[in-house]
């Protein structure tokens, strides 16, 4: 079942399920993408890029962009339809990082993990080395 929340568009209240959007807003993004796709289906413009498409059918490019990530515009039959890396900028076709960023990330992810790993090996040799000594007061060694 979905939760209560307000339309990120026009803040109605609305149900949130597989939308994220208010129903009257999803029929006006419905209605846009109608405009999106019969645009870039003709051949003369197949080749347009992000900023000829929202032009040209007067939609914004955040929204152009959402439908690429959701692969209901196949980024494969529309190539100059790209968007920008969330970290660098450079154009990507679909997901939210480009190749270089992800792999960075995944380096930086694998160095942490090893330094932890370090970290907690070295907390353990420390650990076994401390010793502790309970001294009995009665049968304390008298000189």
Not at 23 to 50: L, Q, S, W
Not at 123 to 137: I, L
């Amino acid at each position: 079942m979905g939760e209560l929340a307000n339309c990120p568009n026009c803040g109605e209240l609305f149900v949130k399920g597989s939308q994220d959007v208010c129903r009257k807003c999803f029929k006006e993004e419905e209605e846009k993408f109608d405009r999106v796709y019969n645009f870039i289906r003709k051949k003369k413009n197949r080749m347009a890029t992000m900023n000829e498409v929202s032009e040209g059918t007067d939609v914004e490019k955040s929204l152009i962009q959402k439908w690429l990530r959701q692969k209901r515009i196949h980024a494969g039959s529309f190539p100059n339809l790209t968007y920008g890396c969330e970290r660098c900028g450079e154009q990507i076709y679909e997901g939210k990082l480009c190749e270089n960023c992800a792999d960075q990330l995944k380096t930086d992810i694998s160095q942490d993990e090893r330094q932890k790993t370090i970290a907690e090996l070295e907390q353990e040799k420390r650990d076994r080395q401390q010793v502790y000594f309970n001294v009995d007061q009665e049968n304390k060694w008298r000189n």
